[in-house]
């Protein structure tokens, strides 16, 4: 027989049991009997059958001391997994990878996507995020768990939600029941999140919830799940938050491609308000990942709503993106105020899955996102461990032509994170003008701030570049009033047909155009006018870029203020 099910028994004497895992064998699958009877959830791991790629742990601290039996299914007797299984009481975890950002939020190993359940309490930003600790693609969900107190420097804090006989765990959100409406407990943290289950007669969504009273740390799963079931196939990604006109709490859900709100008096018990989306906005792929969230109109004392949604496919430039809406909601009924429009809340092909932090300080509105796509996510080249977040941004509305539109700031903290600055006060460019960006850029992660001043010129380009060749094209078209980025040349691209690509933003009326870009190892997030428009875009080059050329157009124009930083 080609597959089997082996037994391993074992007293086990060691913290972990190593699993060689080879990326592109199938799944196997593994799980732990106790006594004769299954224990937790069987996980699926790409185990090696010809090569080992790297190895992920699997633990059994609970069982020191114990006989358990490692059930491992669907690989066969003569994979090379067999022979290369380990025990150790240690996993290193030490950064092994080239393209591992510097100052943006990775997993320590293993895959991840969405960022969820984000909130602050007590001076800290959680962050959580879809996570497989077992293996560096999608799979196994669990929600791994990091934080912060500066928004810039996260510290992994392991798995706080693992997969139960409900589901594994997908995406959703936090909220601090400040006023215990839930009897958690005053302060308890409270995390929503879907459980979605793989049966022989199809794929099942329900939402679940847990609750912590260790300030996030540790979550205990609330005896009665699943809340809120539906026949409905996509049914997931619930976003709570706290409606005070109305005394009561908020849910919104993503429905296949359109969103659900619900609303709650004790986070419990849900009743069904309304629903919005058909005939608003894109709708070339699944919507995921809402959230709605109050901003501030800035220059005025006005308020409005915004829905973020997630869209996958359907994105400008292929695979998934990010979409919104401004109108105005009354904690039960939300209304498009432009429902000609699709609005796009960033211009890259890597920003999705983006949402916003629970009970944030200062009336803050900070939003964090997941710097991938879809198409190409489990393909990109990293090994130790798959994907990054974008930098948090600080989420505020503007005016333009009466029109209102969502501007996502770099998060103030990025200020305070600057060091080792140099100026260069004007480069005039006639022709080709070089600047090099050493020292700051020499380990690949810096910030780059610039204004272009174009005078007579149509047409400003640039390039950010390594000594290798390797380059990413910028084009400010002063008559279009758009901004580019073109990575077909950036370094390895070669991963996906879909990864070499351009993508175009427009960058409203100003003459000047004020840039920052934010580049780290593997990434470029651009914002003009500090956040009106963003584009981001993973770049996977041999060499950090340590050069910027600017090319006229055969009229002369000014790049002035350029600052280069490195980041704490
Ligand atoms: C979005 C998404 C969510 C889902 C999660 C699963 O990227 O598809 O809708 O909850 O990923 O990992």
Redesign the pocket.
């Known amino acids: 027989m080609a597959n089997e099910e082996n037994f391993v028994s074992l007293e086990v004497a060691n913290r972990y049991m190593l699993l060689p895992v080879q990326e592109n064998s199938p799944e196997a699958k593994i799980g732990i009997i106790k006594d004769n009877l299954q224990v937790g959830v069987y996980s699926n791991v790409r185990l090696a059958r010809e090569r080992v790629d790297y190895y992920v742990p699997f633990e059994l601290s609970e069982y020191k001391g114990e006989y358990v039996t490692i059930d491992i299914q669907g690989v066969p007797e003569n994979a090379i997994c067999w022979r290369y299984f380990k025990v150790s009481d240690l996993f290193d975890t030490t950064n092994t990878e080239k393209f591992r950002p510097s100052y943006h939020h990775t997993p320590a190993y293993g895959w991840m ?2 960022p969820n359940g984000m909130f602050y309490k007590d001076g800290v930003y959680h962050l959580y995020f ?1 996570y497989n600790p077992y293996g560096s693609m ?1 799979g196994n ?1 669990h929600w791994g768990h990091s934080t912060s107190t500066d928004l810039v420097n996260w510290k992994n804090e392991g798995v706080a939600i693992a997969p139960d006989a409900v589901g594994t765990i ?2 959703g959100s936090c909220v601090v029941d400040h006023n215990n409406t839930s009897g958690f407990g005053e302060g308890a943290v409270v995390a929503f999140y ?1 459980s979605a289950k793989q049966t022989p007669w199809g794929d099942c969504q329900t939402q679940s919830m847990a609750y912590s009273l260790d300030n996030g740390k540790t979550f205990i799963k609330y005896a009665n799940n699943p809340i809120l079931t539906s026949s409905e196939k996509d049914f ?2 619930p976003k709570v938050f706290w409606y005070a006109p109305k005394e009561h709490w908020v849910m919104m859900l ?1 429905v296949g491609q359109h969103m659900e709100i619900y609303s709650s008096k004790n986070l419990k018990d849900w009743t069904k308000e309304s629903e919005f989306g058909e005939g608003h906005g894109c709708h070339g792929g699944v919507w ?2 809402p959230d709605l969230v109050e901003l501030p109109i800035e220059g005025t004392k006005d308020k409005k709503w915004v829905l973020i949604c997630n869209i ?1 496919p359907g994105g400008p430039f292929g695979g998934s993106a990010t979409q919104y809406f401004v109108g105005d909601f009354d904690g039960s009924t939300f209304t498009n105020n432009y429902p000609e429009e699709t609005k796009w809340m960033d211009y890259g092909k890597d920003h ?2 983006t949402v916003t932090w629970n009970n944030a300080p200062d009336g803050r509105c900070i939003a964090i996102g997941w710097m991938s796509n879809w198409q190409y996510a489990n393909n990109v080249p990293t090994l130790q461990y798959r994907s990054a977040n974008t930098i948090a941004r600080d989420l505020s509305l503007f005016k333009q032509d009466g029109n209102l539109f969502l501007k996502s700031e770099p998060c103030k903290e990025m200020v305070e994170a600057r060091k080792d600055g140099r100026q260069i006060k004007t480069v005039n460019v006639a022709k080709t003008e070089t600047v090099s960006l050493s020292p700051q850029s020499d380990n690949g992660a810096y910030e780059v701030e610039l204004s272009i001043n174009p005078e007579k010129s149509k047409e400003v380009s640039f390039t950010l570049s390594n000594g290798k060749g390797e380059k990413v094209l910028m084009i400010y078209d002063v008559v279009k009033k758009t901004f580019s980025m073109d990575r077909t040349m950036s370094g390895n691209v070669s991963f996906s047909k879909d990864f070499p690509a351009t993508t175009i933003m427009p960058v409203g009326k100003s003459k000047n155009l004020k840039l920052r870009l934010f580049v780290d190892k593997s990434s470029i997030e651009a914002f003009t006018e500090n956040g009106k428009y963003v584009m981001t875009n993973c770049v996977f080059p041999s060499a950090p870029y340590d050069t910027v050329t600017f090319e006229s157009d055969g009229n002369r124009y000014k790049v002035n203020n350029i600052n280069i930083y490195q980041i704490k």
């Open positions: 996507n969405d879809q999608w969900m997908f995406s879907t997931r990604d993503a995921e990942c996958n999705y899955a």
